[in-house]
């Protein structure tokens, strides 16, 4: 069964350093979106991208973050200077074209810790 | 107003009982609304989802029950099995514009043998 996979699975890095997470969504899948848990808390929707471009933003998503799909298969969520609180559970989600069922498929996630 | 409010957060059943969990949401431009399910490790999976033109929706052995007047919907999870064991979270989309899932908050229900 094809799925949305995500690497790494576990990043832990220093306050002010970049990091990029990564995700192949699923091969057929055009809709691609990024969302946040913290630890114990409620999923969060940072970004959607189609065709290129983002098409919609959270509030969360601010200059700090970036996406790109860098070739045909990959999806990246960039975050620029990390700060204590963007340490979350980081899940890439895709979804199939068409009205949007709000069916999206999720990856496993990749845990970042801030330190 | 994108607000989804959900509880409790956290629900304790035997085996063989029913499971309820309860969502209400503000934003009448929603218009269609999926629970999703979460293993430990594991990112959320689509469980089951309804339209607000449909009062009730089933699936095996969970049924979701829709008030359009209340701006409320319930996950019911008959004869609840330890496999069952998950974080539910119930969301809501409009359709037609936006790609936001709005998630509520979560309930950890735990299913005892």
């Known amino acids: 069964e094809p799925e949305v996979t995500q690497t790494p699975s576990h990043q832990v890095t220093q306050m002010g350093q970049e990091v990029i997470l990564r995700c192949v969504p699923i091969s057929n899948h055009l809709y691609f979106y990024w969302y946040r848990q913290i630890l114990g808390q409620k999923v969060e929707f940072l970004v959607s991208f189609y065709n290129n471009e983002i098409s919609e933003k959270s509030e969360i998503f601010d200059d700090q973050f970036s996406v790109e799909r860098p070739d045909g298969s990959n999806f990246t969520l960039k975050i620029r200077s990390t700060k204590l609180e963007d340490s979350a559970m980081y899940f890439c989600?895709?979804?199939?074209?068409?009205?949007?069922?709000?069916?999206?498929?999720f990856g496993e996630g990749s845990r970042l810790t801030v330190l | 107003q994108q607000q989804v409010k959900q509880s409790p957060q956290s629900l304790i059943v035997q085996k063989g009982g029913i499971s309820i969990i309860n969502c209400a949401y503000e934003n009448t431009a929603f218009d269609y609304f999926p629970w999703y399910q979460q293993f430990p490790g594991k990112g959320p999976a689509l469980l089951i989802a309804?339209?607000?033109?449909?009062s009730e929706k089933k699936e095996g052995r969970f049924t979701i029950s829709f008030n359009k007047s209340a701006k409320q919907f319930s996950l019911h999870i008959m004869d609840s099995q330890p496999g069952d064991s998950a974080t539910y979270f119930c969301?809501?989309?409009?359709?037609?514009?936006?790609?936001?899932?709005?998630f509520g908050e979560g309930t950890q229900l735990t299913v005892n043998p």
């Open positions: 989600a895709s979804r199939l074209a068409g009205v949007n069922t709000g069916e999206l498929f």
């Open positions: 309804i339209r607000p033109d449909v």
């Open positions: 969301a809501a989309i409009k359709r037609t514009s936006g790609s936001r899932l709005t």
